[in-house]
Every structure is written in structure tokens, then in C-alpha cells.
């Protein structure tokens, strides 16, 4: 198997501590010779000066690549483009393109602008309009939450594929056979991209339970199981969380997957866990 290409997501922080203990970790895992790390965007742009200077701040310490999120929701097509435009000016020349949630947390449907880009497929054709962006845009191999059915959400990739779209970056997911079917059934529909599996390695199992149920990923009882007892035993929580995602990784490796995005959530132990306990920290480092 040849070496796989990695990119890891970061959140913009909010505390001072919180900065410093990011930029540490993208400093650990830039080890692993990302070929992007990518910043989130705040519900409704609600965080574009935090993503810009985060994106700033891990410039100044770091030659790997950035890009940005942008979301489309809550805002005017306008005032997106002169984000697109403003990352553009600082070097940023990959975004991950989302059509974004409601800004208020519990809200059904997107909170659309009367003026603005209506969908994902929208925002790209925007965005390649200004400017040479490479674009990455979600993927949901178990169907967005308001989706209707496997076919639309084939077929809403295939639109934001035709309008420029570069990669495609999965939700977290825990069953492999779900991604592995997912690829095969765009592939056969004529989706040509790389899609490009994501993997949360789980920092705490009662937070991924509570947000899973928002975001309509599955988490199989196995992965439930794994954590039983564990609850105040962080070494034993780490070692199960590590092995379940190195589990992952495994698989899709054998099954052709070479590349792999990871919510890192900010930190990097669990990251960096993962990948040398499926070998490929030291595939990174024997290349290097």
C-alpha cells in the first residue's frame, strides 16, 4: 500500500489557552506531512474573524497548507464573496465549501438569505467564478438529516461536483461497509472526485453519542460497548478510542482508500495515537 495523504481539521479556539494548545498541535501533527489542514466557519459566518486569524496564526507557524471553510447560510451571496476574495488576498487557495447549519442551535432547515447562495452546489460555482479555489465539500455516506433518501444525496454531490468541485470529505462515520458502499454507488453514478473518508477518533463517548444524534451518523453498539466501565479511566478510554479508529483505517486501507481526514477536535495525542498504531506515522517517517 503506498503511503496515504492525510489533512487534519481545526476549530478556531476561544480561549488564549485554547490558542496556544492548537497551536501546538498542529505543530505535533504537522510530523505527519499534511497535504492540507482545514479551519471551521461559524454557523451563519458567525465566526469569520476568528477563522481568519486563526488561519493567521497557524501561517506564522506552519508551511503546510490551509484551507478554509466557508458556509453559505445566513448570509448574502455578497458578503460571501468578499470572504472568498479576502481569503484569496491572504494565500488561502483551498476552502471546503458547506452549505452550513441554522445559526441558532436546535433550529430546523437552513436559514437561507433572500440574496444569498442557496445550496452547497451554488456556493462552488461561486466560488470558482472569483477565483482558482481548490474545493472540498461534504459528503454524508449515511445521508444528510435532511436528506431525501440515499438517491438525493448521490445526486446533490453530483451537482456540486459539476460546479467545480474538487474532493469530497466525508462525515465521520464508524462502519466501513457504509463508506465503502457510499464510494461505489457515486462511482457508478459518475462521480469521479476523490472521496476522501473522515475519521473522529473519540475523545469522549457520551459527547459523540449526544452530537451523533443531531448530525444522523450511526454509532454501532460495538463502539458503545467498547467504552463500558471506562467511564473516569482515561488511559483505558484512549487505548479503545485508538484502536477502534486504527480499526477503521485498517480496513479501508486493505479496501483502497488512500487518503483521510481527521477531526482532530484540537488535540493531537489521539491523532498521533492512531496513526502509528496502524503504521502510518512510520510510513510518513521513512518517506521523509
Same mark, same amino acid.
Given at each position: 500500500?503506498?503511503?496515504?495523504?492525510?489533512?487534519?481539521?481545526?476549530?478556531?479556539?476561544?480561549?488564549?489557552?485554547?490558542?496556544?494548545?492548537?497551536?501546538?498541535?498542529?505543530?505535533?501533527?504537522?510530523?505527519?506531512?499534511?497535504?492540507?489542514?482545514?479551519?471551521?466557519?461559524?454557523?451563519?459566518?458567525?465566526?469569520?474573524?476568528?477563522?481568519?486569524?486563526?488561519? $493567521?496564526?497557524?501561517?506564522?507557524?506552519?508551511?503546510?497548507?490551509?484551507?478554509?471553510?466557508?458556509?453559505?447560510?445566513?448570509?448574502?451571496?455578497?458578503?460571501?464573496?468578499?470572504?472568498? $476574495?479576502?481569503?484569496?488576498?491572504?494565500?488561502?487557495?483551498?476552502?471546503?465549501?458547506?452549505?452550513?447549519?441554522?445559526?441558532?442551535?436546535?433550529?430546523?432547515?437552513?436559514?437561507?438569505?433572500?440574496?444569498?447562495?442557496?445550496?452547497?452546489?451554488?456556493?462552488?460555482?461561486?466560488?470558482?467564478?472569483?477565483?482558482?479555489?481548490?474545493?472540498?465539500?461534504?459528503?454524508?455516506?449515511?445521508?444528510?438529516?435532511?436528506?431525501?433518501?440515499?438517491?438525493?444525496?448521490?445526486?446533490?454531490?453530483?451537482?456540486?461536483?459539476?460546479?467545480?468541485?474538487?474532493?469530497?470529505?466525508?462525515?465521520?462515520?464508524?462502519?466501513?461497509?457504509?463508506?465503502?458502499?457510499?464510494?461505489?454507488?457515486?462511482?457508478?453514478?459518475?462521480?469521479?472526485?476523490?472521496?476522501?473518508?473522515?475519521?473522529?477518533?473519540?475523545?469522549?463517548?457520551?459527547?459523540?453519542?449526544?452530537?451523533?444524534?443531531?448530525?444522523?451518523?450511526?454509532?454501532?453498539?460495538?463502539?458503545?460497548?467498547?467504552?463500558?466501565?471506562?467511564?473516569?479511566?482515561?488511559?483505558?478510554?484512549?487505548?479503545?478510542?485508538?484502536?477502534?479508529?486504527?480499526?477503521?483505517?485498517?480496513?479501508?486501507?486493505?479496501?483502497?482508500?488512500?487518503?483521510?481526514?481527521?477531526?482532530?477536535?484540537?488535540?493531537?495525542?489521539?491523532?498521533?495515537?492512531?496513526?502509528?498504531?496502524?503504521?502510518?506515522?512510520?510510513?510518513?517517517?521513512?518517506?521523509?
Amino acid at each position: 500500500m503506498s503511503k496515504p495523504e492525510l489533512s487534519f481539521e481545526y476549530f478556531p479556539p476561544k480561549t488564549e489557552r485554547g490558542s496556544g494548545t492548537l497551536l501546538e498541535t498542529v505543530n505535533r501533527l504537522d510530523a505527519l506531512d499534511p497535504r492540507f489542514v482545514s479551519v471551521t466557519y461559524g454557523a451563519g459566518g458567525s465566526e469569520r474573524e476568528p477563522t481568519l486569524n486563526t488561519i $493567521r496564526a497557524i501561517k506564522s507557524g506552519s508551511a503546510t497548507r490551509i484551507a478554509s471553510h466557508l458556509t453559505c447560510v445566513g448570509q448574502s451571496a455578497a458578503a460571501v464573496d468578499r470572504v472568498a $476574495r479576502a481569503l484569496w488576498a491572504e494565500g488561502i487557495d483551498k476552502i471546503v465549501a458547506l452549505r452550513g447549519d441554522p445559526p441558532q442551535k436546535g433550529a430546523t432547515g437552513a436559514v437561507l438569505h433572500p440574496n444569498g447562495y442557496r445550496h452547497a452546489a451554488e456556493l462552488v460555482a461561486g466560488l470558482k467564478r472569483i477565483a482558482d479555489f481548490e474545493i472540498s465539500v461534504g459528503a454524508f455516506p449515511e445521508g444528510h438529516p435532511e436528506s431525501d433518501g440515499p438517491q438525493a444525496d448521490i445526486e446533490n454531490l453530483k451537482r456540486k461536483v459539476d460546479a467545480g468541485a474538487d474532493r469530497a470529505i466525508t462525515q465521520f462515520f464508524f462502519d466501513t461497509g457504509v463508506f465503502l458502499r457510499y464510494r461505489d454507488t457515486a462511482a457508478a453514478a459518475g462521480i469521479g472526485i476523490e472521496i476522501v473518508p473522515g475519521i473522529l477518533p473519540i475523545q469522549n463517548i457520551h459527547t459523540l453519542l449526544n452530537f451523533s444524534a443531531d448530525c444522523g451518523a450511526h454509532v454501532p453498539d460495538w463502539v458503545v460497548r467498547s467504552f463500558d466501565g471506562l467511564d473516569g479511566d482515561a488511559k483505558a478510554s484512549h487505548a479503545a478510542a485508538r484502536d477502534i479508529a486504527a480499526r477503521q483505517v485498517d480496513e479501508l486501507r486493505r479496501a483502497g482508500v488512500d487518503a483521510f481526514h481527521f477531526y482532530t477536535l484540537n488535540r493531537a495525542d489521539l491523532t498521533l495515537d492512531v496513526c502509528a498504531a496502524c503504521g502510518i506515522a512510520a510510513e510518513h517517517r521513512a518517506a521523509a
